[in-house]
């Protein structure tokens, strides 16, 4: 029986999950392939370019994700809050409230960042740029919202980092908890 090829989103979404699980360094060619079914002809066909490609291509669909689902409703939403609303609110299901390794901030810190540094410096300074945008919006300082921003995403991929090494997604939980305060938003129910 003939497999069927996953569809472009599909494939770069298991692809991702190889990088999540194994990083960069450790997803091999094999490991990719027994996760997508397809053998090494096909995974060159979708990516010429080999690992270095999947990945860039990876980062540029998480990428997209974002831009759709968190920057552009913090630079073009009318009120700036329910930008950050949506902003905590899709973070906290994306990340799966702190199970899920943020695999951008994960290529960061090993040694494939300089492969990527380009992708994932964009990626974090719109991040940042977009939210001190929309918290200058809502009435802060530029300097401080900048601040804040910086801060609110570091805070993130910290409670993602330390939720996975304690094996406790509550910390992701707390930390968007405190977020929510801190950006002045009102306490959920």
Request: hydrophobic content about 45%; overall charge negative; aromatic content about 8%.
């Given at each position: ?8 989103d ?20 094999a ?13 060159y ?42 902003m ?10 702190g ?50 921003a ?27 908890r ?12």
């Open positions: 029986m003939r497999r069927i090829a996953p569809d472009h599909q494939l770069l979404a298991i692809v991702a999950e190889v990088f999540r699980e194994h990083g960069y360094e450790g997803a091999s060619l490991l990719i392939g027994e996760a997508t079914g397809l053998g090494k002809g096909s995974l066909h979708f990516f010429p370019g080999g690992k270095e490609e999947m990945a860039r291509a990876v980062i540029a669909h998480i990428d997209g994700w974002f831009e759709d689902n968190v920057f552009a409703p913090l630079r073009d939403g009318a009120d700036p809050s329910a930008g950050i609303e949506q905590l609110a899709v973070t906290d299901s994306y990340f799966r409230s199970r899920r390794v943020c695999l951008i901030g994960a290529f960061a810190l090993d040694d494939s960042r300089n492969l990527f540094a380009g992708q994932i410096s964009n990626y974090f300074g719109r991040w940042i740029t977009h939210l001190a945008d929309a918290l200058v919006r809502g009435r802060h300082r530029p300097a401080e919202a900048m601040e804040l910086e801060e609110t995403v570091a805070a993130i991929q910290g409670a993602l980092t330390l939720a996975r090494a304690a094996d406790d997604a509550g910390v992701f939980s707390r930390m968007l405190r977020l929510r305060m801190r950006l002045g938003l009102p306490a959920k129910t």
